[in-house]
């Protein structure tokens, strides 16, 4: 007897269905090396034991993807991270509001009469303003951001809107070093909405004026006995934008001074034309230099003006060095 053997005909297999087939099946992969990448750029470390603690997993995941990512990958990583003033963990929203200075001003726009979104939004546009320069808020400057807007009217930088980004350095300033909103206005970071850089904008001395100026100031009280007073005053109206009569008054004793940075509590024109307000001025990089020149010259006294010259004194030997430099007097001579 004979066995016959019925051979069905196969149906075809769809093409979508083999490739679902194909794919790789179990458990998702704990970590990508995209991550591995971020946390390294996070936390600046190699290290296998810290980021499996950080990252809540095996030494031999993080040592596999180790190997998946050239060894030209992490020395830019570390070349960039050397060139920032941010810490690596303040390069994360999360870390960055940790930093004193940016509670501070949190704390300064809660106290202002504006809407939530608003005092939510500026902290978010600094980070990304000090994320792109690489800076530590504390270390802005007003001269810098300046530069800076006038090159962010020119192209375009993700996540960096002209005007927004502008609202957040007026405010940042204002509010926690409490400089004069005309004296921003005059630098370019003004409240407007449309690119106009304010009707003083313009109204400045270049970096080479203010070079020839001071060294013009310099050969004028060469031989006074307060010259590393005299020479500090220009340093001190340039950088913490303090009109010439509040500078006169500051007084010694009003400074705190930390490790990288002093602070000066002094009284100074306020939002009208008679008014007076108590102002915090930031004394950083050259100028902190030259203030320490100053009082090393005199002892380090602890108390005292800051500046002990007169008015006169000033107008006249101020004048006399634009002449000499061959700059046009301004409306301004010593706020300028």
């Known amino acids: 007897m004979k066995t016959i053997q019925i051979l069905k005909p196969q149906t075809q297999i769809p093409l979508e269905k083999s490739i679902i087939k194909e794919k790789r099946m179990g ?20 290290s296998e034991t810290e980021l499996s603690k950080t990252l809540n997993v095996s ?24 060139q920032s003033d941010l810490k690596p963990y303040q390069m994360s929203y999360e870390g960055f509001l940790t930093i004193q200075e940016v509670e501070q001003f949190k704390k300064a726009l809660e106290r202002r009469q504006n809407s939530k979104k608003y005092n939510a ?39 960096l809107n002209y005007y927004t980004v502008k609202c957040a350095m007026r405010s940042w300033f204002q509010n926690v070093y409490g400089i004069n909103g005309d004296i921003l206005t005059s630098k370019g970071i003004d409240a407007s909405l449309n690119y106009d850089l304010g009707k003083r904008a313009y109204d400045r001395l270049t970096e080479k004026q203010r070079c020839a100026f001071v060294k013009t100031l310099k050969g004028i009280v060469e031989k006074d006995s307060l010259f590393d007073a005299w020479i500090s005053l220009p340093y001190f109206l340039y950088y913490t934008a303090t009109r010439i009569n509040a500078s006169l008054k500051a007084r010694i004793e009003d400074i705190e001074k930390h490790e990288d940075y002093w602070i000066i509590t002094l009284v100074d024109k306020g939002r009208h034309k008679n008014g007076r307000k108590t102002w915090r001025k930031l004394i950083i990089g050259e100028l902190k230099e030259q203030l320490e020149k100053n009082l ?20 006249d030997r101020f004048f006399k060095a634009y002449e000499q430099a061959g700059i046009s007097i301004p409306k301004q001579p010593c706020h300028i």
């Open 27 to 46: 458990r998702p992969q704990t970590l990508s090396t995209e991550d591995l990448i971020d946390s390294i750029k996070l936390y600046a470390t190699t």
């Open 59 to 82: 030494r031999q995941t993080i040592y596999r993807k180790m190997k998946q990512i050239p060894k030209e990958t992490i020395v830019t990583i570390f070349n960039e991270l050397s």
């Open 121 to 159: 939004r500026l902290p978010r546009y600094l980070w990304h303003l000090c994320v792109y320069l690489k800076r530590h808020p504390r270390n802005l400057s007003i001269e810098e951001c300046s530069d800076f807007l006038i090159s962010l009217r020119q192209k375009k930088i993700p996540n």
């Open 296 to 315: 090393a010259l005199r002892g380090n006294p602890e108390g005292g003006f800051l500046f002990p010259i007169s008015y006169t004194q000033v107008r």
